[in-house]
């Protein structure tokens, strides 16, 4: 049996590379993060709150903003908020870095309960996943004022960290840290 040349491994090593990061995109969306603070300025649409919040500061997450966050990002409907997942608001920073732009991220639907999720599925047409991701705080609607929505939606597809929804017609990107995905 013949020795690999060392090109011929290199290429090799770098394919089983790529095909491993594509088995676990959240890794390679991951990896593409550098350990700098992380800032966000959100506006909840429905309650008009407002928040600004470094919730990582290039070494870990803040929890006093991270509570924050789920507040903001609660059911209105309910008033019932659970712990988001963290990768929602690292997508969005990253969005934002990908367009290059640190406008107001304007939520639509961050948590929705069970019972929130149930009553919009008896209103829309197929719109609503029975088993929506929003029920588990691994979801987020939104749009970046004064961002085209289509340049949001780009931005969110190309980082691969997720499932990235477009809906023009209600003005929205609905990004989630389930499998890549896109409809």
């Keep these: 049996m013949s020795e690999f040349s060392p090109l011929r491994r290199k290429i090799l090593l770098g394919g089983a590379a790529t095909v491993g990061l ?3 995109p959240t890794l390679s969306f991951a990896s593409q993060f550098e350990e700098s603070p992380r800032k966000l300025a959100l506006n909840n649409l429905h ?49 934002q870095k990908v367009i290059g732009c640190d406008t107001q ?7 929705r309960s069970p019972a929130t999720n149930e009553m919009l599925r008896g209103k829309s047409h197929g ?9 588990l705080g691994r979801a987020m609607d939104f749009r970046l004022e004064g961002v085209p929505l289509a340049e949001v939606r ?7 960290a997720g499932g990235v929804g477009y809906y023009p017609g209600s ?3 609905h990004i989630d840290t389930g499998r890549v995905r896109f409809w």
């Design 171 to 173: 003005n929205f990107v």
């Design 22 to 24: 594509s088995l676990f």
């Design 154 to 160: 780009k931005a969110a597809l190309s980082l691969k």
């Design 47 to 95: 309650t008009g709150e407002e928040l600004e919040t470094e919730y990582f500061n290039g070494r870990q997450y803040q929890n006093s903003e991270l509570v924050k966050l789920n507040h903001l990002c609660r059911d209105f409907r309910r008033n019932e908020s659970i712990s988001m997942d963290t990768g929602l608001f690292d997508q969005l920073s990253a969005i």
């Design 105 to 111: 991220v304007q939520i639509i639907s961050g948590y």
């Design 127 to 135: 719109g609503v996943a029975k088993k929506s991701l929003h029920m």
